[in-house]
């Protein structure tokens, strides 16, 4: 019963980090069919494209977004599942796959593309940080509490 409580608040804060990194995931399909914040990012930072070429750079970022948001969420799963099952290595696994998370989000946030602007726009690339912040959560909640 004690280490149930004790796994409660961490694995709370990963469903919720599963839960932001799905919506961060889907917010990029979402701009696809109404804002089209991406589309319009792309062809200010290149001018010359045609609409050809800007829908298949934002094809390109969906690809690679939604690579990024399975691997996500295949993180935050796995992390909650050695959570539950009390295993030794899940403290390390959550700070390795915090640090991995947050280091992508911010890239997607920060890094700029041949075009000079970031590869993404400042929306998208807020929303992919977004999850990190329940990392941050996870990992703090879990911080000085061992379990076998």
């Not at 690809?63 to 403290?91: D, M, P, Q």
Request: aromatic content about 6%.
């Amino acid at each position: 019963m004690t280490q149930r409580l004790q796994t409660r608040g961490p694995l709370a804060a990963m469903y919720a980090g599963l839960a932001l990194t799905v919506l961060a995931t889907v917010a990029v399909y979402l701009d696809r069919g109404t804002t089209h914040l991406l589309a319009d990012h792309i062809r200010t930072g290149y001018p010359s494209y045609s609409p050809a070429q800007v829908d298949s750079a934002v094809t390109t970022y969906l690809v690679v977004l939604s690579a990024i948001g399975a691997l996500g969420v295949l993180g935050w799963l796995t992390a909650a599942w050695a959570v539950k099952a009390g295993k030794k290595w899940a403290r390390p696994a959550a700070s390795v796959l915090l640090v991995l998370g947050t280091s992508v989000g911010l890239a997607g946030l920060l890094a700029k593309d041949t075009s000079g602007a970031t590869g993404l726009p400042p929306e998208l690339g807020w929303a992919g940080t977004i999850p990190c912040l329940a990392g941050v959560l996870a990992v703090a909640l879990r911080t000085g509490r061992r379990t076998t």
